[in-house]
């Protein structure tokens, strides 16, 4: 069964950084594509990036490109996301997510596994 555990969320100032880990665990395969997910308070959940962990392609929601950069390590079926210039916007709760497939993917329906999620907050 596979399992996601997610690290890193907290609380800073607009302007800070925050790196997200997402840990997977129970997996035999690179054939596989891990994103993230976030819902702020009373809105639906917003695709935030995906990583392909097979050849590494990567995509961005436009509300992130260029403060957020997603990596991945195969060895220890950890993905990465390093979030600067954070804006109070970003807040909410960042679900990790796993999809069976190659090609990354906004979708929700492209994605089998989710984490519990971890907390983001940007304020003043």
């Known amino acids: 069964q596979v399992q996601l555990v997610e690290s890193g969320g907290g609380s800073v100032h607009p302007g800070g950084s925050l790196r997200l880990s997402c840990a997977a665990s129970?997996?035999?395969?690179?054939?596989?594509?891990i994103g993230w997910f976030r819902q702020a308070p009373r809105k639906g959940q917003e695709g935030v990036s995906c990583i392909s962990m097979n050849d590494g392609r990567t995509i961005y929601a436009d509300s992130v490109k260029g403060r957020f950069t997603i990596s991945g390590d195969n060895a220890k079926y950890t993905v990465y996301l390093q979030m600067n210039n954070l804006k109070p916007e970003d807040t909410g709760t960042y679900y990790c997510v796993l999809g069976r497939a190659v090609v990354p993917s906004m979708s929700r329906t492209a994605y089998d596994f989710w984490g519990q999620g971890t907390q983001v907050t940007v304020s003043s």
């Open positions: 129970g997996l035999t395969t690179n054939y596989y594509i």
